[in-house]
């Protein structure tokens, strides 16, 4: 196991729903993946498509997004935003040599513990298949 | 209702909105606990009080048809009783309640001779009419099923007060009705939890018969020409039972309300996966809710007995009185600020805003107009879609701008 890669996610996750789904997985002593460098953020909505970029090109392996399941954001709609900014950065990932499955947006609920510890998961072998990131020195 | 009397005792003013025509949800079905104490009395009592206090003000039969608005300033719209009103208030407390699940099995709603414990108790209480099929004929042999709708695929939950309900109700008949020659309880697992235990040595003290099942081999009811037959796997003896019996009682769990949903988006809160209020932090925030302003008692959070649920109804009452007797709050440090320098009055954040706090402001500079947005502290709650919209930096959320971010995310690069 020690050779294996273990890549470093930047998970951004929201004040509402994903961080506390994600508390919730930790209360309930959920294991998951050690790969993840959680930013609590207040919404989705706020996370600067610059941000998501700059992470990536400074040497993460992959960036979560994560913001509450559409209809139950705090703010309304943030979480759309999020979504819409989110399919508008795929395209723009190659320009930038990155493969578009090294950012993935999930909607995960404040109840939703044991999905947080899932998504974490799967998405730690998607970037685990596509390896180290190419900015990496 | 425990929470509206405590706050009205306290000075507040309360609305409190019924969805049925009286009060007293499912207290109104349970007539006796098991130390002998009788809710309806209690119950009396509370609806006179809540009649006589002119700080309350009761809506009964009535629906909520919109709430807006945060801590200290919510609007709701309710309509009962043909007409709608708006009522301006400081805190909310969701004390929906749940229901009792509707048995689709053992024959429940096929066979009279089926009933749930709650169809039990309103037997015992009034007397003389608890006894089996028409012309009360006395039940010599009584089978309870326990955790009928609760602990299965659909509902993983426990629903918590059956055992002590079903041992309550056991022990009631063994005092009313000698001619209850065999009572057996087909139980899964018995949680009389606290100082109920001992109710529970007591029944079986006085010949209550408890039989074990699991989940994958359930108990049979089926139904011949004469009389009702249940068929459980004994553990003990690994060979299946035939009771023949005259009433089958069922333990209906107890299930949430689908209007929960509605009422969640309306107060934007979360429900957990089973359909209950999810509260702030089981631990460390309880009755509140991650919304300011809004607080959480009673079935609506989860099973509980009656106990508890007044006792949550205090401590939500308790909460939210330390709202209301404040006359002013303080404003949400972590808002949207423009940077003057930055912003070209390019406006891309008036139209993201979801609360409409940003407005465009233009003013003449040194002989130009100049454009830049302005932001309504009162209203703002700081999402930050702005900050993401905004491609020149102009607009930042204190506590969650860009800098700090992006040095959030190089400490977390560095460590690696």
Known sequence: ?137 | MTAALTLARQGSVVYLVEKENELGGNLRHIHYLLNGERPQEELARLRDEIQQNSRIHLFAGAVIENIEGSIGNFKTRISARGGTTEVEHGVVIVATGAKQYQPKEYLYGQDDDVITQRDLEGRLACGDGFLAGEGNRPAKTIVMIRCVGSRDADHPYCSRVCCADAIKNALRIKTLSPETNVLYVLYRDIRTYGFKESYYTKARQQGVVFVRYDEDRKPEVSRNSHALKVTVLDQTLGMPMLIPADLVVLSAGIHPHEENRTLAQFLKVPLNSEGFFLEAHMKLRPVDFMTDGVFLCGLAHSPKSIEESILQAQAASARAAAVLVQDSLELEANISHVVDESCDGCAYCVDTCPFKSIALVEYMYLGSIKKVVETNESTCKGCGCCQATCPKNGILVRGFTLDQIRAQIEAALEVA
């Open chain 1, 1 to 137: 196991m020690e050779d294996s890669f273990q890549p470093l996610i930047i998970a951004f996750c929201c004040n509402w729903c994903s961080y506390a789904g994600a508390d919730l997985a930790g209360v309930s002593r959920i294991q998951y993946p050690p790969s993840i460098r959680m930013i609590r953020v207040m919404c989705s909505g706020m996370v600067h498509p610059n941000l998501v970029i700059e992470a990536l090109t400074k040497g993460a392996d992959g960036v979560l997004m994560c913001g509450c399941h559409p209809g139950d954001c705090h703010y309304q709609d943030g979480n759309r935003k999020a979504e819409k900014r989110a399919d508008a950065l795929r395209l723009m990932l190659a320009d930038f040599g990155l493969e578009e499955e090294r950012f993935h947006r999930e909607w995960v609920s404040a109840a939703e513990g044991p999905r947080f510890a899932q998504v974490v998961g799967s998405f730690t072998e998607q970037v685990q298949k596509l390896g180290p990131s190419p900015y990496k020195t």
